[in-house]
């Protein structure tokens, strides 16, 4: 097996482009995968302040390296999010690359700046774990942004993530979703920051690695709620699809992205967009469940 570009041994075979690589040739690859899909998505150029959201996982350690060592002008952000001593690791984990690179890193502790408990307010408010941790993180991504002056915010999903969503949300046609999953979401109301998903067109093979190869520390725990999560049935459904058909998960997000979302459309754009009573962030009720969350745990602890 000969790399396709330099002809030197190859190393890693990627099937669904029918093309294999030497360590060197895949990093280039990737970089340019990278920076073909920010300059198609017109996602941002070097002039943009960029937010990077990391987790310390393979995923958005890759993404983080990457933008930096291609000179985009990137800040990340951690959330501690207060679930035990995975939290503490993960933390440990973006603290010390960013000691080891020089790159600037924004921690938020929902405990500690804001009194939060997830596992709290999953259980006053009948919802999942994952339900209340991920609106808490669709907050912070937007108000941290906002606050800060930055233009946009990148996330490290992955092609796998993207095509599970999307699998997911088809078999519930859960129509509001459909509408708004692009590896780009525009500024819609002047307070909200544009969001980004540079890697949507990567697997998470292909960023482990991109990680493993640039000898980048990442957690390998999940996070302990991700098991028995739907999306992991979805993503071993989308493998076996993959294995007997290498393309398939590219083929299906690409085919939605260019035919199937604009039928969405006009559920998104019937969202009527509000400023918070309480923060003025965006929302689409009187006070936004970030607000409401802080009141809830308040009231718990009294
Ligand atoms: S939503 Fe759920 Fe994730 Fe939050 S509680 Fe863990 S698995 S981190 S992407
Ligand atoms: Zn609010």
């Known amino acids: 097996m000969k790399c396709v570009r330099c002809k030197k041994k190859a190393k890693i ?20 995968q990278v920076n073909r899909n920010i300059r198609r998505h017109k996602m941002f150029d070097r002039n943009d302040k960029i937010l990077v959201v990391v987790s310390g996982g393979k995923d958005s350690m890759a993404l983080w390296d990457v933008l930096a060592k291609e000179g985009y002008n990137v800040v990340a952000m951690y959330i501690n999010l207060g679930i035990g001593e995975y939290s503490n690791r993960s933390q440990e984990v973006v603290e010390r690359f960013a000691q080891q690179k020089g790159l600037e890193l924004i921690v938020k502790d929902i405990k500690k700046e804001y009194g939060l408990d997830i596992y709290v307010l999953a259980k006053t408010l009948k919802r999942s774990t ?39 949300n088809l078999l519930s046609w859960e129509e509001g979703y459909l509408a708004r ?6 500024k819609t109301h002047p307070k909200l920051v544009k969001k980004v998903k540079p890697l949507y067109t990567l697997t998470e093979r292909e960023n482990l690695y991109y990680v493993l190869l640039n000898r980048i520390e990442f957690l390998h725990e999940e996070c ?8 992991i049935l979805y993503k071993e459904v989308l493998n076996r699809l993959e294995e007997e058909s290498p393309g398939t998960k590219h083929r299906f997000i690409s085919g939605f992205l260019e035919k199937g ?31 409401r969350f802080i009141k809830v ?6």
């Not at 075979?13 to 340019?32: E, P, Q, S, V």
């Not at 039928?263 to 469940?289: N, P, R, Y």
């Open 13 to 32: 075979l990627l099937k669904r482009h029918n093309a294999a690589f030497c360590n060197d040739c895949f990093l280039y690859y990737y970089a340019n």
């Open 130 to 168: 994952c339900s209340v941790c991920g609106s808490i993180k669709r907050y912070l991504f937007n108000k941290v942004a906002y606050d800060g002056g930055f233009s946009v915010v990148a996330t490290g999903h992955n092609l796998d993530d993207e095509a599970a969503t999307l699998l997911g």
């Open 181 to 186: 999953q692009s590896p780009v979401l525009e």
């Open 224 to 231: 302990p709620h991700a098991t028995g999560a739907r999306s």
């Open 261 to 291: 979302r604009k039928h969405f459309q006009d559920v998104a754009e019937k969202l009527e967009l509000k400023e918070c009573k309480t923060c003025g962030q965006v929302t689409t009720t009187e006070e936004c469940s970030f607000c």
């Open 297 to 302: 745990c308040n009231q718990q602890e009294r």
